[in-house]
């Protein structure tokens, strides 16, 4: 029987966010390379309910992820548990996103139980960008950098999948949460306006 009332180490958090990225990564990229990636449920139903009208860039607001931001349209939910490896616990996830003609737009939640023990913000950021670039080698990093974001750290990317695609975001570290806001798009479709409008909204609650 598994024993869920004592501190993770380290270690196996690292692992654990290494995973979730890995996973969230190629749900993203649309060629899952794991069960669990595979297994993701999506919703059939919009949250249009949290939006006044049917306006493009509405507001959202999510009570479950702690966050608002604006999307081009309604997004949609997935949502799923995630057990980190050689425990008995598990990450809770979270995706809000929408498709539009010139890429998609995301934002992931990721919160971990309290029985794991955080490790520095630094140290999770680093193990997910090393953890993106590991999934595929069809993935070259172009840029990233350490930030901060609503008073947290932050990192930064710009990946390319050598193919025309890329995956431009940033990852923050919120103590037990981990966000993942990001957009996925062809290179002849980026819109740089709607992208900094996305992230620009990005608001921890």
Do not use: C
């Amino acid at each position: 029987m598994t024993e869920n009332n004592t501190k993770l180490t380290k270690p196996q958090l690292i692992i654990g966010v290494v995973v979730l990225v890995i996973i969230l990564f190629f749900v993203f990229s649309k060629k899952p390379a794991t069960e669990q990636a595979q297994n993701l449920q999506e919703s059939n139903n919009k949250v249009a309910d949290s939006f006044t009208d049917k306006a493009f860039w509405k507001e959202f607001y999510s009570p479950v992820g702690k966050f608002k931001a604006t999307f081009p349209i309604y997004p949609t939910h997935t949502s799923d548990n995630i057990k980190i490896p050689g425990t008995g616990l598990f990450i809770k996830f979270d995706r809000y996103s929408s498709e539009v003609s010139d890429g998609l737009y995301a934002v992931n939640t990721s919160v971990y139980p309290p029985e794991v023990d955080i490790p520095t913000p630094e140290t999770s950021l680093e193990a997910s960008l090393n953890s993106m670039l590991a999934s595929s080698d069809r993935f070259k990093l172009i840029s990233s950098s350490l930030t901060y974001n609503n008073g947290y750290r932050a990192l930064d990317y710009l990946i390319t999948n050598n193919e025309g695609g890329y995956f431009k975001g940033k990852i923050v570290a919120a103590g037990p949460i981990i966000y993942q806001v990001m957009s996925s798009y062809e290179s002849k479709n980026y819109n740089e306006q709607n992208y900094n409008k996305f992230m620009n909204s990005f608001v921890i609650q």
